[in-house]
């Protein structure tokens, strides 16, 4: 099983970036995804998550109303839009598969090896 994210990089306060993530899991439709972020220093924590077939979505309160995570089960990813970004949201990106919406991190069985979204000034 693998997870591949991707779409990192540099971008000014105020800017967009968007990250995918592609799992080789193949029964990909039946797990929920999740993005969480770790700073340097800091925990990992949760961003968002979305049920098997996108329907339901759920995201920490640092992001709502920003960021926007979408999934495409026919090419097995899993996608998170980023917009109006500010410092605080520089961290590297973990893309994880588990069985249901958490924001608790040993609640996922698989892990990404992460992309890092820089924000700058």
């Known amino acids: 099983v693998q997870l591949q994210a991707s779409g990192g990089g540099l971008v000014q306060a105020g800017g967009s970036l968007r990250l995918s993530c592609a799992a080789s899991?193949?029964?990909?439709?039946?797990?929920?995804m999740g993005w969480f972020r770790q700073a340097p220093g800091k925990e990992r924590e949760f961003v968002a998550c979305?049920?098997?077939?996108?329907?339901?979505?759920f995201y920490s309160d640092s992001v709502k109303g920003r960021f926007t995570i979408s999934r495409d089960n026919a090419k097995n990813a899993v996608y998170l839009q980023m917009n109006g970004l500010k410092l605080g949201d520089t961290a590297v990106y973990y893309c994880?598969?588990?069985?249901?919406?958490?924001?608790?991190?040993?609640?996922?069985?698989?892990w990404g090896q992460g992309t890092l979204v820089t924000v700058s000034s």
């Open positions: 979305i049920g098997p077939r996108g329907s339901t979505t």
């Open positions: 994880a598969a588990g069985l249901r919406c958490s924001v608790i991190v040993k609640n996922y069985d698989y």
């Open positions: 899991l193949r029964t990909f439709s039946t797990y929920v």
